[in-house]
């Protein structure tokens, strides 16, 4: 009788034991301040709404970069890569919740009987239900499920951060390939301007006017200046290009318009 007692006792007080095989995730506590002061500033005026929070079409107006940034997100391949690990962490949630569900399996079966010589065959039919459900005594498909749900919001929020990577690197590239292109003009401005003073010296020169020296000058100067166009035009294929993998456009025929006025993002 005490044998029987005490298996019974050791039994019981398995599942309790069982309860302490996972430990539930707590949050650490941080120590994080309210507000952040404005550098600089002398009156503690602490710092508005951030700029990241903010709605990236009421920050980036222009309507071509809006236009790039909506391709970027919606056919881009690392926006299209995060979508597609966040279905793959639902789906892998799905299953494993799934677990914890009772099973139910259905069967039938026909078999043909022939009932007397030469006759036609019938069929008989058999048909069965049947369930089972595995008791998670342990807590182990619970802590499985909770697992793939955090991986699932890990997921999502990889997601979102993917999306706030292209809306910045967009607009960036955007931006950079306007700068180069504006200083591309200056350049071709500044050539021109320099080749049409080499005329001019040229022709005084030609009346006795100005020196050989000045000359050589004049063409050394208009030579640097044009010797800065090609490592430019070298950036603009490179920054377009870069924009194109962003957008999971071929490189090769893929340009942005040149646009000399810009909507600039408000200060």
């Given at each position: 009788?005490?044998?029987?007692?005490?298996?019974?006792?050791?039994?019981a007080g398995l599942p309790l034991a069982g309860c302490g095989l996972y430990e539930a995730y707590q949050r650490p506590t941080l120590d994080v301040p309210a507000s952040y002061t404005?550098?600089?500033?002398?009156?503690?005026?602490?710092?508005?709404?951030?700029?990241?929070?903010?709605?990236w079409r009421s920050v980036y107006t222009d309507p071509e970069l809006q236009r790039l940034i909506d391709e970027a997100l919606s056919n881009g391949p690392?926006?299209?890569?995060?979508?597609?690990?966040?279905?793959?962490?639902?789906?892998?949630?799905?299953?494993?919740?799934?677990?914890?569900?009772?099973?139910?399996?259905?069967?039938?079966?026909?078999?043909?009987?022939?009932?007397?010589?030469?006759?036609?065959?019938?069929?008989?039919?058999?048909?069965?239900?049947?369930?089972?459900?595995?008791?998670?005594?342990?807590?182990?498909?619970?802590?499985?499920?909770?697992?793939?749900?955090?991986?699932?919001?890990?997921?999502?929020?990889?997601?979102?951060?993917?999306?706030?990577?292209?809306?910045?690197?967009?607009?960036?590239?955007?931006?950079?390939?306007?700068?180069?292109?504006?200083?591309?003009?200056?350049?071709?401005?500044?050539?021109?301007?320099?080749?049409?003073?080499?005329?001019?010296?040229?022709?005084?020169?030609?009346?006795?006017?100005?020196?050989?020296?000045?000359?050589?000058?004049?063409?050394?100067?208009?030579?640097?200046?044009?010797?800065?166009?090609?490592?430019?035009?070298?950036?603009?294929?490179?920054?377009?290009?870069?924009?194109?993998?962003?957008?999971?456009?071929?490189?090769?025929?893929?340009?942005?318009?040149?646009?000399?006025?810009?909507?600039?993002?408000?200060?």
């Amino acid at each position: 009788m005490t044998a029987v007692r005490f298996l019974v006792l050791t039994l019981a007080g398995l599942p309790l034991a069982g309860c302490g095989l996972y430990e539930a995730y707590q949050r650490p506590t941080l120590d994080v301040p309210a507000s952040y002061t404005v550098p600089g500033a002398t009156d503690g005026a602490s710092l508005g709404t951030s700029f990241g929070t903010a709605p990236w079409r009421s920050v980036y107006t222009d309507p071509e970069l809006q236009r790039l940034i909506d391709e970027a997100l919606s056919n881009g391949p690392d926006g299209l890569l995060a979508a597609a690990q966040e279905r793959e962490a639902a789906a892998a949630a799905g299953v494993t919740r799934a677990q914890q569900l009772p099973s139910v399996g259905l069967s039938l079966t026909t078999t043909p009987v022939q009932r007397q010589p030469n006759a036609t065959l019938t069929s008989s039919f058999l048909g069965g239900v049947s369930a089972s459900w595995e008791i998670d005594l342990w807590g182990r498909y619970a802590h499985a499920t909770d697992a793939a749900r955090a991986d699932w919001l890990a997921a999502t929020e990889n997601r979102h951060g993917v999306s706030v990577s292209l809306v910045a690197n967009v607009a960036s590239l955007y931006y950079r390939l306007a700068a180069l292109r504006a200083s591309e003009r200056v350049i071709e401005e500044v050539a021109e301007t320099q080749r049409e003073g080499l005329r001019l010296i040229h022709q005084t020169a030609a009346a006795g006017i100005n020196t050989a020296a000045e000359e050589r000058q004049q063409e050394s100067a208009l030579a640097a200046t044009e010797a800065n166009a090609p490592p430019l035009k070298q950036q603009i294929v490179e920054v377009q290009t870069a924009l194109a993998v962003l957008l999971g456009r071929p490189p090769g025929s893929f340009t942005v318009p040149d646009r000399a006025e810009l909507v600039a993002p408000a200060a």
